[in-house]
């Protein structure tokens, strides 16, 4: 069946430093991918998708990219603010599915 | 009120207790879905309804039963649970189903 693998965290960075969250996939065809950010508190928001190989999706200063070669959507940011501190979700749909399988989650903690 | 709504946001139950969780859409969707999110473990779909039709239930134990009487709104009946369904349950929604989901800020449920 359909996973998803994402970087253990939790994660701290400094105010300004460069973000990777790493996220690789297992699915037959072509999925469509996400990532989600959970803020404190509250639900999942989507933050970025990506419907087909080479896509690249970005939101906020985020981006992440497609890539079927190595079935990755790597998350990267250039500068992290304190802001940005929550849990960051990779998900995928498989094609012709309606289900989103999700990963484990990534904390990510920005000290100023 | 816009967007996903879910009340309560925090509830604490006995094990004989029934209660009901309640979710509310405002943004003119057909499908609705209910999660669980466990500490340390992947998001988990419980059900799915599209048109108020339930179309998916995950081996979900019939301690939970789900009600959808019009497609803005859904609800979570619980009774008799356990201490290890404690956790934050999240409803989503969208246009229809297998579309991007928007999800509500959770409910948070300690069975004690």
């Known amino acids: 069946g359909d996973s998803v693998t994402q970087m253990e965290g939790p994660v701290t960075l400094s105010e300004e430093a460069f973000l990777t969250i790493n996220c690789t996939y297992t699915a037959t065809g072509y999925p469509s991918l996400f990532w989600y950010v959970q803020y404190p508190g509250e639900g999942l928001q989507l933050l970025l998708k990506a419907t087909k190989a080479d896509d690249k999706g970005s939101n906020k200063g985020f981006e992440a990219t497609y890539r079927k070669e190595t079935t990755s959507f790597h998350l990267e940011k250039g500068s992290v603010q304190v802001s940005d501190s929550a849990v960051y979700f990779c998900?995928?749909?498989?094609?012709?599915?309606?289900?989103?399988?999700f990963g484990k989650g990534t904390k990510l903690s920005v000290i100023p | 009120e816009t967007g996903v709504t879910q009340t309560p946001r925090h509830l604490v139950m006995g094990m004989t207790n029934k209660k009901s969780l309640k979710c509310e859409q405002h943004?003119?969707?057909?499908?609705m879905y209910w999660y669980k999110q466990s500490a340390k473990k992947p998001l988990e779909l419980m059900f799915v309804y599209n048109f108020k039709e339930q179309t998916e239930n995950n081996s979900v134990p019939s301690r939970f039963s789900p009600e959808c009487p019009n497609s803005s709104h859904l609800f979570l009946h619980l009774h008799t649970l356990q201490p290890e369904d404690s956790a934050l349950y999240l409803c989503?929604?969208?246009?229809?189903?297998?579309?991007?989901?928007?999800f509500g800020p959770g409910t948070r449920l300690t069975v004690t």
């Open positions: 989503a929604s969208s246009q229809v189903k297998g579309n991007e989901q928007y």
């Open positions: 943004l003119g969707h057909n499908a």
């Open positions: 998900a995928l749909r498989g094609a012709g599915s309606y289900q989103l399988t």
